[in-house]
């Protein structure tokens, strides 16, 4: 019983590492594997969970920043982040979509979904569209972040 547990809260913090910016499933994935679980379980987990926030991103991060940016000590916090994020994005601001799914799909830091949720809000790129690129990109990330994790395994 307790092995079923342990098995459990890996799954979970799978899950939740892949969904906390900058970890994303570039690091749930790893970290699963090193927990034992096979690579193409906790790259379904780590897909899984790296998509939980997107939404909520693409739903609710515009109308929030424009209540953000309301108020002085916040501003500059949203300021930072979309020069950040739009200066990162250049080629997703270019391609729209397609410009999104490669920017997710490149496995590298600060190139997830959450900056490129936060660049598709910005660039009024529409839900469905935003949501179908980052999840494609997310998708090749992992498959990639995958393979690597499996020949490190069987090294």
Do not use: C
Request: hydrophobic letters at 55%; a positive charge.
């Amino acid at each position: 019983m307790e092995q079923i547990l342990t098995y459990i809260s890996n799954e979970i913090m799978v899950l939740l590492v892949a969904a906390m910016p900058l970890m994303e499933l570039r690091g749930a994935i790893p970290i699963g594997v090193s927990l034992g679980i096979t690579p193409l379980h906790a790259t379904i987990l780590g897909l899984f969970g790296s998509m939980i926030p997107v939404p909520f991103l693409l739903l609710l991060l515009k109308p929030i920043f424009i209540k953000m940016k309301k108020h002085p000590y916040w501003r500059k916090l949203v300021d930072w982040i979309t020069k950040r994020t739009l200066r990162k994005t250049e080629k997703v601001h270019k391609y729209k979509s397609l410009g999104l799914l490669l920017f997710v799909a490149v496995p590298l830091p600060t190139t997830g979904v959450w900056t490129g949720a936060i660049a598709a809000s910005l660039l009024n790129i529409p839900f469905k569209q935003a949501f179908t690129a980052i999840f494609m990109g997310n998708t090749i990330a992992a498959l990639i972040i995958m393979t690597i994790s499996h020949v490190a395994v069987n090294l």
